[in-house]
């Protein structure tokens, strides 16, 4: 059934009005000009090789990369084995368990940011780094626990069960049977953490310090006061490196199965 | 089924206490400051948090834009949903790729194309200039117009997903059926199509209005420093005047208004579902 001229019409618009500022970002860090407008002034490269000799963006690339490394699979260690109580044992209190784990996505970022540094941070001196990197894994414990016991619950019992039976130990079993069979889950748990970890700007407004800081918080930041077309040609180049990680590993994987 | 209890206690208890440490009892310590006065405990700040006309203000402004982007997201969202269930398996399976792309883009990066676009010399701007609309560019960044689009932009990929896989599970005939009883649009929309859809709305719902209410970003660039929303303000009260008992009451509200969305819809939700 092909659509109708109306809803083609829609359609069209809808889809504009999602993508048509991200091609307008694009366009604008190919600008030869000095301020970011569009249409582009001539074509240039310069922006995106400006966007390398910043050093304050190279710091925070680099935080913000080790954060969501980091923090999602320090977020998975200790997800994983949650998940696992929470879908193969009787667990008691499960449900309590799985309100407490997935409580930072309820609550909003800022105030985690906010709680952390006034009463964990200054009263315990807590380095501010430490305290960043827990706060992201805070929040992306609950994708790890949610989509690994996804992974979990399409995953038959009784075949781990069988191994035990057959003489595997339950440890055994895990690594042997379950492990290798939610990979897939524990992938999509994994890219789902970093790109939420990546792009969170809300936590760490108030868990910043003197060098110490996310890159997006660094971006909105920049362009408070510079208004040229690097913060728009560095928004293109992480676009197409997140687009570029998400079709990869959809490509090879399956990745949207699992979310 | 595993019956070790001390075995599921010990996978469990990590992530719990990890959570609990981190997360619960900080954020729980900071709302009940909010509670606090020189006299002990009261409700004082709250009065005196809501007697600002400022405050209020921006309380009733991010109430309105979170009821304002879920409605107006429900309503493109259902028409984008539609459209893009009855397409072809493989230009649909591409359409949702599309509406799902931005999701993957830092929300600084897709807020920041609003300043190019309604700027004062944005695209939008010089559009009325050279069609000879205005005279002089129109201020429309740094206003409740320019939080409500960029709201609307960062929000509506979650609803129309939710609303398509809702619609995925509408058995094939029923529009049809009801099509041939003599139903018009409108009778099977109301009458069909939206009780047989009300949980995908609900989530995208829920998705969207907690969203919106706390946003960052979007009033943070778009709103500048005038047009402020609940986490904005939040921010500018720490950062500014080190008001840490307004920022309690504004967390509180926050929180407040996210647990009871979510517990409300769910219960919207389930009722209805029943009946």
Same mark, same amino acid.
């Given at each position: 059934?092909?659509l @109708?001229?109306?809803a083609?019409l829609v359609?069209?618009l809808?889809?504009l009005?999602? $993508?048509?500022p991200?091609?307008i970002?694009v366009a604008a860090?190919?600008?030869a000009?000095?301020?970011?407008?569009?249409?582009p002034?001539g074509?240039?490269l310069?922006? $995106?090789?400006k966007v390398?000799?910043?050093? !304050?963006?190279?710091q925070?690339? &680099?935080t913000?990369m080790i954060?969501?490394?980091?923090?999602?699979?320090v977020a998975?260690?200790? /997800?994983?084995?949650?998940?696992?109580?929470m879908?193969?044992? @009787?667990?008691?209190f499960?449900?309590?368990?799985?309100?407490? +784990?997935?409580?930072?996505?309820?609550?909003? /970022? $800022?105030?985690?940011?906010?709680a952390?540094?006034r009463?964990?941070?200054?009263?315990m001196g807590?380095?501010?780094?430490?305290?960043?990197?827990?706060a992201?894994?805070a929040? &992306?414990?609950?994708?790890?626990? =949610?989509?690994?016991?996804?992974?979990l619950?399409?995953?038959r019992?009784?075949?781990e069960?069988?191994?035990?039976l057959l003489?595997?130990? =339950?440890?055994?079993?895990?690594f042997?049977i379950v492990?290798?069979n939610?990979r897939?889950?524990?992938?999509?748990?994994?890219i789902?953490g970093? &790109?939420?970890?990546?792009?969170?700007?809300? +936590? !760490?407004l108030? *868990?910043?310090?003197p060098?110490v @800081?996310?890159?997006?918080v660094?971006?909105?930041g920049?362009?408070?006061? &510079?208004?040229d077309?690097?913060?728009?040609?560095?928004?293109?180049?992480?676009?197409?490196l !997140?687009?570029?990680?998400? *079709?990869?590993?959809? =490509?090879?994987?399956?990745?949207? =199965?699992? +979310? | 089924?595993?019956?070790?209890?001390n #075995?599921?206690l010990?996978?469990?208890?990590?992530?719990?206490?990890?959570a609990?440490?981190?997360?619960?009892?900080?954020?729980a310590?900071?709302?009940?400051?909010?509670?606090?006065?020189p006299a002990?405990?009261s409700l004082?700040?709250?009065w005196?948090?809501?007697s600002?006309? %400022?405050n209020q203000?921006v309380?009733?402004?991010?109430?309105?834009?979170?009821l304002?982007?879920?409605?107006?997201?429900?309503?493109?969202?259902?028409?984008a949903?539609f459209?893009?269930v009855?397409?072809?398996?493989?230009?649909k399976?591409?359409?949702i790729g599309?509406?799902?792309?931005?999701?993957?883009i830092s929300?600084?990066?897709?807020?920041y194309?609003?300043?190019?676009?309604?700027?004062?010399?944005?695209?939008?701007?010089?559009?009325?200039?050279g069609?000879g609309?205005?005279d002089?560019?129109i201020?429309i960044l740094?206003? #409740?117009?320019a939080?409500?689009i960029?709201l609307l932009?960062?929000?509506?990929?979650?609803?129309?997903?939710?609303?398509?896989?809702?619609? #995925?599970?509408?058995?094939?005939d029923?529009?049809?059926?009801?099509?041939?009883?003599?139903?018009n649009?409108?009778q099977?929309?109301?009458?069909?199509?939206?009780?047989?859809?009300?949980?995908?709305?609900?989530i995208?719902?829920? %998705?969207?209005?907690?969203g919106?209410?706390?946003?960052?970003?979007?009033p943070?660039?778009?709103?500048g420093?005038?047009v402020?929303?609940?986490?904005t303000?939040?921010?500018q009260?720490?950062?500014?005047?080190n008001?840490?008992?307004s920022a309690?009451?504004?967390?509180?509200?926050?929180?407040?208004m996210?647990?009871?969305?979510n %517990?409300?819809l769910?219960?919207?939700a389930?009722?209805?579902?029943r009946?």
């Open positions: 059934m092909s @109708r001229f109306p083609a359609l069209s809808v889809i009005f999602l $993508i048509g991200f091609l970002i860090s190919f600008s000009g000095d301020t970011l407008a569009f249409p002034q074509f240039s310069k922006w $995106i090789a390398f000799t910043v050093e !304050s963006f190279r925070s690339f &680099v913000s954060l969501a490394i980091g923090g999602t699979l998975l260690a200790l /997800g994983v084995p949650a998940a696992y109580a879908s193969r044992y @009787r667990l008691p499960a449900e309590t368990v799985r309100t407490i +784990v997935s409580a930072p996505v309820i609550v909003p /970022g $800022i105030i985690v940011g906010l952390l540094l009463y964990v941070v200054v009263p807590m380095p501010i780094t430490l305290a960043l990197f827990l992201h894994t929040l &992306v414990l609950p994708y790890a626990v =949610r989509v690994v016991s996804a992974s619950a399409n995953l019992s009784d075949i069960e069988a191994a035990i003489g595997s130990s =339950r440890l055994g079993a895990f042997d492990l290798p939610i897939g889950g524990i992938l999509a748990a994994f789902l970093f &790109v939420t970890s990546f792009n969170q700007v809300p +936590v !760490s108030f *868990l910043s310090g060098g @800081r996310t890159l997006p660094d971006m909105l920049y362009m408070e006061i &510079v208004f077309p690097s913060v728009a040609a560095l928004s293109s180049l992480l676009a197409f !997140s687009m570029g990680i998400v *079709l990869a590993a959809e =490509r090879f994987l399956g990745f949207s =199965r699992y +979310v | 089924m595993f019956q070790n209890r #075995e599921a010990l996978l469990a208890l990590p992530a719990a206490v990890f609990a440490v981190i997360f619960l009892v900080p954020v310590i900071l709302l009940s400051e909010s509670f606090r006065s002990g405990w004082a700040p709250y005196a948090f809501f600002e006309p %400022l203000t309380f009733w402004r991010t109430l309105k834009l979170g304002q982007v879920t409605a107006v997201s429900a309503v493109i969202g259902y028409a949903a459209a893009i009855s397409l072809p398996a493989g230009s399976g591409r359409m599309l509406v799902m792309l931005p999701l993957m929300p600084v990066a897709r807020t194309a609003w300043i190019v676009i309604l700027g004062r010399t944005g695209i939008v701007n010089q559009a009325l200039h069609l609309l205005t002089a560019p201020r740094f206003s #409740e117009t939080i409500f960029g932009q960062l929000f509506l990929p979650l609803m129309i997903i939710s609303l398509i896989s809702a619609l #995925e599970n509408l058995p094939r029923v529009v049809p059926a009801a099509r041939v009883l003599g139903a649009w409108l099977i929309f109301w009458k069909v199509v939206l009780p047989l859809t009300r949980e995908g709305l609900v995208g719902g829920t %998705l969207v209005f907690t919106s209410l706390t946003a960052y970003i979007t943070a660039i778009l709103g420093s005038k402020l929303m609940l986490e303000l939040l921010y009260r720490v950062t500014v005047a008001d840490f008992v309690g009451v504004i967390a509180l509200i926050l929180v407040v996210s647990f009871a969305t %517990l409300l769910k219960r919207i389930t009722v209805r579902t009946t």
